[in-house]
C-alpha cells in the first residue's frame, strides 16, 4: 500500500485518508474515489489529496478483518459485519470467557496493522456481549502479513465462551443466637439474585444451628438433590478445622482449600461431596457486590473445573475491593452510558385523605399536579415514561392528553400502591435496563432532579437501586434495576417498592434536598405547596 498525497488524475481507487471537499460535495474519511468524484474535485479546484493506494496483493482493512474474524468465530462466539477496519465477536449466550493468552500474543506480534483484542480470561459474559475485537489499523495490508495471522489462529482455538449451565443448588445458612431472620432472608434474595445470570435458582434452603454435626447432616440432605451446596456460616471460617469446612468432611466429602488470594473474598472454603462442589461462602457474598465467590461460582456453573491450584492463581488482579465497577469493553461501557431507564409514573391513588377530590387534578400555576410531574418526566432523561392509571382515570387521563407517554389502567388500584407498581413495571418495553418510579404527588420534583438520579444510576455500573434522600432520610423517586423486576411481582399492599428498597445492600443515595420528601396528602398540605384543589383545566 501507499500512502501519501496523490494527485488527483491518479487517485481513482484511491482511499481517502481524510475527509475532503469537492465544492459542496463532502467526501468522507475512508471513501474510495470514483471517476465522478474525481470529476467533482477537479472542478473544485483541488490537485492533490492524501490517500492510500492500494498495490497488488493489498486486502482492504474490511476484507482483512473479515477473513481474519472467520477463524476466530467458535462455538458460542459470532462475528458481525465488518466496518473501518474493525469485526467485533459477540458471544451468543452467557457463559464464561476463556482465551488462549499465546495465540493472540502471536497474532499481535507479527505486525502492528494486525491487532486482536479480548476480554481477561474467565471474565463472566452476557448473550450478546463483545467478548473480542479485530482491528486493522491502516487501510489495507498485505496478503502475506494476513495469511501468517491465518495461519495461527487455525492451528487451534484462540478463545471461546463455555456456556452456563442452569444449576439446583442447595442453600445452607447457619444460625447462633442473635442472627436476624431478615438478615438471612436478604442473603437468600441476594444469593437468588447472583444466580439469576446463570438461571440457576436455589430448590431449597436450610438453616440449622452453627454446628457441626447439624451442618453436616443438611449437607447430606442437599447433596442428594442438588447440583451444588453453597453454606453461609453464621460465623466466619478462621481455621482449616471450624464448623463448615469440619461439616463437609463429616458428611463424608473433601475440602481441597481454605482461604483464596482474593479480597473481598479471602474466607472461602472449597469442597465437594459425591462428585458435586460444596462451597463454604464468604461473609462478603451476602452483598451482591463483586467478589471472589463469584470467580469461582461462575467456573463451577459453566462447568469449568475449580482447583486448589486454579485458586493459588487468582492473586494477580485478586484486589477487588477498590474496584467500584469492572471495567468492560468498549462496546459494554457504551451499554451502560446509555442504558434505558424508562419513568413509572404513578397516578392511580384514591387520595383518600384529601377527602372527596382527587389531589392529581389539584392545579399548581394553572397546571393539573399530575401534568405537572408528568412533564418534568419527560423533560427529563428517562427514555420513556409510563402512566399508571386507577381512580378516575378518565379524568386523570384528560389532564394528561397530549404528553408523549404511554398509560395502563391498573383494575386493582384499591388494593395499593403495589398493584399499579406492578402495572408500570409489566408495561414496560424488553429493552428497559431500569424503572425510574416516580409518585404523581410531588409538585417539588424537577426534571434536573430526575436526571441526576438517572447519572447516579449510570454511575454506579447500571445494576444499583438509587434512591432520592431528604436531610439523609428516604425520600422519591427511586429507580429499580431490571435485576429486580421479578421482586416486584411480589410485592403486596401498600408498600410500594420500599421494601425492596430496606432489604437490599447496594443502594446509592442522591440528596435531593425538601422535593424528595414534599408530597400532598392532606387539604393542608396541598395548599401550603401551592396548589388549589376544585379545578381540572390544563
Do not use: Y
Request: aromatic share 2%; hydrophobic share 45%; glycine share 10%.
Amino acid at each position: 500500500m501507499r500512502f501519501g498525497a496523490t494527485e488527483v488524475e491518479k487517485a481513482e481507487g484511491a482511499i481517502l485518508a481524510h475527509a475532503t471537499m469537492a465544492g459542496e460535495k463532502r467526501l468522507r474519511k475512508a471513501h474510495r474515489l470514483t471517476a465522478g468524484d474525481i470529476e467533482d474535485l477537479r472542478r473544485a479546484g483541488v490537485r492533490e489529496v492524501i490517500a492510500a493506494v492500494l498495490e497488488p496483493g493489498d486486502l482492504d482493512e474490511d476484507a482483512a478483518a473479515a477473513r481474519l474474524a472467520a477463524l476466530l468465530v467458535c462455538d458460542h462466539v459470532e462475528a458481525r459485519p465488518p466496518s473501518t477496519g474493525r469485526v467485533n465477536l459477540h458471544a451468543r449466550e452467557a457463559g464464561i470467557f476463556l482465551v488462549e493468552r499465546g495465540i493472540v500474543d502471536a497474532i499481535n506480534r507479527i505486525d502492528p496493522a494486525v491487532t486482536l483484542a479480548t476480554l481477561e480470561p474467565f471474565a463472566a459474559v452476557e448473550a450478546g456481549q463483545m467478548v473480542a475485537t479485530v482491528k486493522i489499523i491502516p487501510f489495507a495490508v498485505h496478503e502475506s502479513l494476513l495469511a501468517r495471522a491465518e495461519a495461527i489462529a487455525a492451528e487451534r482455538q484462540a478463545f471461546s465462551v463455555r456456556p452456563f449451565v442452569p444449576r439446583k443448588i442447595g442453600l445452607v445458612q447457619t444460625v447462633l443466637p442473635g442472627v436476624k431472620t431478615s438478615v438471612l432472608d436478604k442473603t437468600a434474595r441476594i444469593t437468588e439474585a447472583r444466580l439469576a445470570r446463570s438461571v440457576s435458582r436455589i430448590t431449597r434452603e436450610l438453616r440449622p444451628p452453627h454446628e457441626e454435626e447439624a451442618v453436616a447432616q443438611a449437607i447430606r440432605e442437599h447433596a442428594s438433590s442438588s447440583d451444588m451446596v453453597l453454606i453461609f456460616g453464621a460465623s466466619a471460617v478462621c481455621d482449616e478445622d471450624d464448623v463448615v469446612p469440619a461439616a463437609i468432611r463429616r458428611a463424608g466429602g473433601g475440602v481441597s482449600r481454605v482461604g483464596m488470594p482474593v479480597d473481598p473474598g479471602n474466607l472461602l472454603v472449597l469442597g465437594s461431596l459425591g462428585g458435586k462442589p460444596v462451597l463454604g461462602v464468604p461473609g462478603c457474598a451476602r452483598s451482591p457486590k463483586l467478589n471472589g465467590f463469584d470467580w469461582v461460582l461462575d467456573r463451577l456453573i459453566a462447568g469449568i473445573e475449580v482447583t486448589p491450584e486454579g485458586i493459588a492463581g487468582m492473586g494477580v488482579g485478586g484486589l477487588l475491593m477498590e474496584i467500584p465497577t469492572r471495567p468492560q469493553p468498549r462496546e459494554a461501557s457504551a451499554a451502560r452510558a446509555s442504558a434505558k431507564v424508562w419513568a413509572v409514573l404513578l397516578a392511580a391513588g384514591q387520595s383518600r385523605r384529601m377527602g372527596p377530590q382527587n389531589k392529581l387534578l389539584a392545579t399548581f400555576e394553572g397546571k393539573p399536579l399530575v401534568r405537572r410531574t408528568a412533564e418534568q418526566l419527560l423533560a427529563s432523561r428517562a427514555t420513556g415514561t409510563v402512566a399508571v392509571l386507577g381512580h378516575e382515570a378518565e379524568a386523570v387521563s384528560d389532564a394528561l392528553a397530549g404528553l408523549d407517554l404511554r398509560t395502563v389502567f391498573n383494575a386493582d388500584f384499591a388494593t395499593g400502591l403495589a398493584s399499579s407498581l406492578k402495572a408500570g413495571i409489566r408495561a414496560l418495553p424488553p429493552s428497559a435496563d431500569a424503572a425510574l418510579v416516580a409518585l404523581a404527588d410531588m409538585p417539588g420534583i424537577a426534571a434536573t432532579d430526575l436526571d441526576r438520579l438517572v447519572a447516579a444510576f449510570l454511575a454506579a455500573g447500571g445494576r444499583s437501586i438509587v434512591r432520592a434522600t431528604h436531610g439523609g432520610k428516604r425520600g422519591n423517586p427511586v429507580i429499580l434495576p431490571r435485576r429486580l423486576f421479578s421482586e416486584v411481582e411480589k410485592l403486596e399492599g401498600d408498600t410500594g417498592a420500599r421494601q425492596l428498597v430496606e432489604s437490599a445492600v447496594d443502594i446509592v443515595d442522591v440528596e435531593l434536598g425538601p422535593a424528595a420528601s414534599l408530597d400532598v396528602d392532606t387539604p393542608e398540605a396541598l395548599q401550603a405547596a401551592g396548589g388549589v384543589l376544585g379545578a381540572r383545566e390544563r
